[in-house]
């Protein structure tokens, strides 16, 4: 039998069909704005828009001999002894707070920083006046300033392999930046679909574990780049999604995981940007006619790579993980559908229609 026929898109529609977790917790909740795993992937890191942070550790028992993160087993949510959770200073911020004169304007805000892969003192800060700051910890001082964007910095990606930092904007534009002088290398912006206005929004970038490769994300779609100069290879457009709210690689770059303001998570084949498994809120949400909740950040587990973490608009967070007789989310499409291995610009432009 042709097997092109008979491949189906694998649907996620109960909680049966997946494992899924919705990780304990006993403070107030709020939007989550960041998530991570840490580096072991025994415990998860969680930063709400009230600027609380929440961590939950993982266990080593007799269900979970690694204590690595995993749906099958609850965590416990770590809290000081002291009782004071842990929370960004938002003082400043609070504009009843602002009676200063204001014949000053403040300064611009920092909305996104990563470290540089060399030197840990040294990082790059972008900035809400769609600047970036290399600012350099031990001496505390900005070495230079970089400019090439036109709105606020949202996403910033260091090449250790090409030497390079790559940054994104509200602009929807990236830019390539040396790490020897700081000059600027190239810079694109993102191939807007037809018909789509064209917002503020933010723009996240994240390099393949060969750090040459180059994920884009985008409200309007997912497009991969070949740095440094910037070559569009590949880019998806979903139609009936709704808006994209974050993407990521898997830990071995094989697969990438796309959150949904429908409240859906599509997962793509990475090298064809093919999508294999589509996993509906239905699966891991308990029904709330009342709040609309959705998945607005993604987080892959560093050494389980079927693993992902879901930070949600009602302030919680979920792991996800296929069930252990199936061992992987869905099965990617055979090449004779389509999918090819083609670099064209613009590549499986579309959801592909369930088989």
Request: hydrophobic content about 40%; overall charge neutral.
């Amino acid at each position: 039998m042709d097997k092109s026929k008979v491949w189906k898109l694998t649907e996620v529609n109960e909680a049966s069909q997946c494992r899924s977790l919705r990780l304990p917790d006993s403070i107030s909740a709020m939007r989550v704005s960041r998530l991570i795993y840490t580096n072991s992937g025994l415990a998860i890191l969680a930063l709400a828009s009230n600027a609380v942070h929440k961590l939950w550790k993982w266990q080593r028992n007799d269900r979970n001999l690694t204590a690595k993160a995993t749906a099958s087993v609850v965590p416990q949510l770590w809290q000081p002894s002291s009782g004071i959770l842990m929370t960004n200073d938002l003082s400043e911020t609070n504009p009843e707070d602002a009676t200063m004169t204001t014949f000053m304007a403040p300064p611009p805000a920092a909305t996104f920083l990563a470290f540089h892969p060399q030197d840990n003192n040294i990082i790059a800060i972008g900035m809400e006046d769609s600047s970036i700051q290399i600012y350099n910890v031990r001496v505390d001082e900005v070495k230079t300033k970089l400019k090439g964007h036109q709105k606020r910095i949202t996403g910033l990606a260091f090449s250790n392999a090409l030497n390079v930092l790559v940054s994104t904007g509200a602009d929807a534009q990236l830019c390539v930046w040396s790490m020897e002088g700081w000059e600027k290398l190239s810079c694109k912006y993102l191939q807007i679909p037809s018909g789509r206005a064209v917002s503020l929004a933010d723009t996240r970038v994240q390099f393949h574990q060969d750090q040459i490769h180059l994920l884009a994300v985008h409200e309007t779609q997912i497009a991969i780049y070949e740095a440094p100069k910037l070559e569009c290879l590949k880019q998806w457009v979903p139609q009936e999604r709704g808006p994209i709210t974050h993407a990521t690689y898997s830990c071995d770059s094989q697969s990438i995981y796309v959150s949904f303001e429908d409240g859906s998570v599509s997962v793509l084949t990475a090298s064809t940007l093919r999508l294999r498994c589509r996993i509906n809120p239905s699966a891991y949400l308990s029904p709330n006619p009342s709040m609309r909740v959705y998945p607005v950040v993604i987080a892959a587990h560093p050494s389980e790579p079927t693993q992902f973490a879901l930070g949600l608009t009602d302030g919680g967070v979920c792991v996800l993980e296929p069930l252990e007789s199936e061992g992987q989310w869905g099965t990617p499409p055979p090449a004779e559908n389509g999918a090819g291995t083609s670099t064209a610009a613009v590549a499986a432009g579309t959801d592909q229609p369930q088989r």
